[in-house]
């Protein structure tokens, strides 16, 4: 079966502003690099304005968290841009939609692998998600992309037990924090520390859910798959997941500008490759994959590369 690639051209018009690095130009990067005639086989989709978008975003978030995203994007819009709900995070006319749009492709993605259609499937949206937490975007993110796709997979397709694994180079504080409480959802988690957004300890475990690895700055390839092995892989065999839903990030790399990990390329194809056997000896191969981070373009470009590779080899 085909791997699924989601994108969407609204992505673009999510306008952060003048020098930050979650651009819309980490768009056209991937979008030039997925265009080779060597991913002809993949399958290609528009991520969707869903009808059902709302419902499944509440169930992760309260009501209040939505509307408040709603109503700031409505402001953008007449402000023509620039709200700034944080630091670091930013709303332009068209964040919104680029956000619901994010949701969707987690939501098409998941009805796609988990109805058969498809072998594994790879979102390459933004904003990303993986630091929104219950009731507060942070850190780039405005929706838990991960998290509510882990959440539409148990309330649409029966999943008893949906696990996200992370290995962008900070802590999915957000992800964490929606599992927290939940013995069926798994969170595991490769990054550096101290970084932003300072949790990620290995004293964090939720109720035996959340299983953290932190790396120190400098960490290379080798320590990352010693931790990934014996902090994520192992104790994800042991909860036997229904779903792998992979929390991408790309910023781990050796010249990403906002993180001090030393991985290259074919660290990710490692860690991809291990999570598909994971897949195939628990859930038929069943993984979703959503973009987080990666903030060099030419490395975001080759990491994303490898990584989309490996899914179309793992369902071939």
């Not at 991937?30 to 419902?55: G, M």
């Not at 949906?162 to 900070?170: C, G, T, Y």
Request: aromatic fraction near 6%.
């Amino acid at each position: 079966m085909a791997t699924l690639l989601i994108t969407h051209s609204d992505f673009l018009d999510h306008d952060t502003g003048f020098g930050h690095p979650e651009r819309p130009e980490r768009m056209r990067a991937i979008d030039a690099v997925l265009a080779h005639e060597s991913y002809s086989a993949l399958k290609r989709a528009e991520a969707p304005l869903r009808d059902d978008v709302e419902e499944a975003i509440l169930r992760v978030h309260p009501l209040g968290h939505l509307a408040r995203i709603k109503g700031a994007g409505e402001v953008a819009k007449k402000r023509n841009g620039g709200l700034h709900l944080d630091g670091d995070t930013v709303m332009s006319a068209g964040s919104y939609e680029a956000a619901v749009r994010a949701v969707g492709a987690g939501l098409d993605a998941v009805d796609e692998v988990m109805g058969g259609r498809v072998a594994n499937a790879f979102c390459q949206v933004r904003p990303p998600g993986h630091h929104a937490e219950n009731d507060r975007a942070m850190g780039f993110c405005l929706f838990s992309n991960a998290a509510i796709a882990a959440h539409h997979a148990r309330a649409r397709h029966g999943a008893e037990r949906v696990a996200v694994v992370d290995f962008d180079v900070h802590h999915g504080n957000g992800t964490q924090d929606i599992f927290w409480s939940d013995k069926d959802l798994f969170y595991g988690s490769t990054h550096q520390m101290p970084l932003f957004p300072g949790t990620g300890d290995l004293s964090e475990t939720g109720v035996g859910n959340i299983w953290n690895a932190p790396l120190r700055e400098g960490d290379a390839g080798e320590t990352f798959r010693d931790a990934f092995t014996s902090r994520i892989l192992g104790p994800l065999h042991n909860f036997g997941p229904d779903l792998i839903v992979i929390s991408a990030g790309f910023d781990a790399h050796k010249r990403d500008p906002l993180g001090g990990l030393r991985l290259v390329e074919a660290d990710f194809m490692w860690a991809t490759e291990a999570l598909g056997k994971a897949a195939e000896s628990h859930c038929h191969g069943r993984i979703v994959s959503m973009l987080e981070g990666g903030y060099d373009l030419e490395a975001l470009a080759k990491s994303v590369a490898v990584h989309v590779r490996t899914l179309m080899d793992l369902g071939a």
